[in-house]
């Protein structure tokens, strides 16, 4: 069993300012019903580059100061004195998400839209987050693996580009749209049948192509990028559904609100987090499986202590997904 030492590694956003700082801080002491992780990997989100930047998306949804990463998975080292529900050695990834379990949206079983939503790895509610040696979670926020090497449990985060999906159940075809030929490159090698560079092509008149002029069944937009979204609703077919996962940091404009949107009977879906813990069952399902495979887009694993590093090739858009390691 691992011996928790009294000091560790972490980054800390200590002000609203720009960047992380890497400090020592004494490792945190569990509560009653919390446990101790031995954090041996936490991958780099894109609300994690709005953290470091401190743009507006990051005044919205973060409050100084934290240990930010939100994505983080590792072994249950120290467990408090009333947890039941996890034991120590067992291999966990943290749901970040900590409903309060009582509001009107917990009682119907959806804590990812709590009203009174803390946060982990954001400064919300907790300072924790999945940027250092040990973290201190809740024990009712773990999520205990059950048939997976705990290695690919950092896996729930965001898709890095904008599909536009063709879904009917399982996808028939899937057309991702980029303006990075590296990224529409592994998207292919992810199993999308068509690719679209969007800085080089017209995209409505290729959706349109591809879809025999009837247009898509569902977009899910990834990207955030206003410009592109206020687009996308012609890319819709009748009675087809939009999904936003991405961040839009300018307001939405739909130029023909009655071609383009109501009269195509469309569904809206918005996403915030997962559903708990049913989502992470299916995840891991489809991992286990073999049906989705996730290695291509890690394109850096790095100790944590080079997350200048890490962050610059990030935002210069020189990598994919990082996975960091707290303690190297
Ligand atoms: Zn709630
Ligand atoms: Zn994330």
């Given at each position: 069993m691992a011996v928790v030492p009294e000091e560790m590694t972490c980054l800390l956003?200590?002000?609203?300012?720009e960047g992380y700082t890497l400090l020592t801080r004494p490792v945190p002491v569990p509560g009653p019903a919390d446990v101790i992780i031995k954090v041996d990997r936490v991958s780099i989100c894109g609300s994690d580059i709005n953290l470091w930047k401190w743009n507006d998306v990051a005044r919205v949804i973060a409050t100084v100061p934290f240990i930010p990463g939100h994505e983080a998975t590792g072994e249950v080292v120290a467990v408090g004195s009333?947890?039941?529900e996890v034991k120590l050695g067992q291999r966990v990834a943290v749901e970040n998400h900590y409903y309060c379990g009582t509001c009107y949206q917990c009682k119907e079983g959806r804590g990812d839209i709590c009203q009174r939503l803390s946060q982990y790895g954001h400064g919300?509610?907790?300072?924790?987050?999945?940027?250092?040696?040990y973290s201190c979670v809740p024990a009712r926020f773990c999520y205990v693996w059950r048939t997976m090497q705990w290695r690919i449990s950092v896996w729930l985060g965001r898709t890095c580009w904008c599909w536009a999906v063709d879904l009917w159940d399982w996808a028939r075809e899937v057309y991702g749209v980029d303006v990075d030929p590296e990224r529409l490159s592994l998207a292919l090698q992810m199993g999308a049948t068509e690719v679209i560079n969007g800085a080089k092509e017209n995209i409505t008149s290729v959706v349109m192509n591809l879809s025999n002029k009837n247009g898509v069944g569902r977009i899910v937009e990834a990207s955030g990028a206003a410009s592109l979204l206020n687009q996308s609703f012609s890319w819709l077919r009748k009675g087809g559904q939009m999904v936003l996962i991405g961040l839009p940091k300018e307001p939405l404009h739909v130029e023909n609100v009655l071609t383009d949107v109501v009269f195509k009977s469309l569904t809206l879906k918005t996403v915030h987090?997962?559903?708990?813990f049913h989502t992470w069952e299916e995840c891991e399902r489809l991992l286990a499986d073999g049906l989705v495979n996730v290695g291509p887009v890690v394109s850096h694993r790095l100790p944590m202590t080079q997350y200048l590093h890490a962050f610059n090739l990030l935002m210069t858009g020189a990598a994919c997904k990082i996975i960091l390691d707290p303690q190297h």
């Open positions: 956003k200590e002000k609203e300012n009333g947890v039941t919300r509610g907790t300072d924790q987050g999945g940027c250092c040696q987090g997962r559903r708990i």
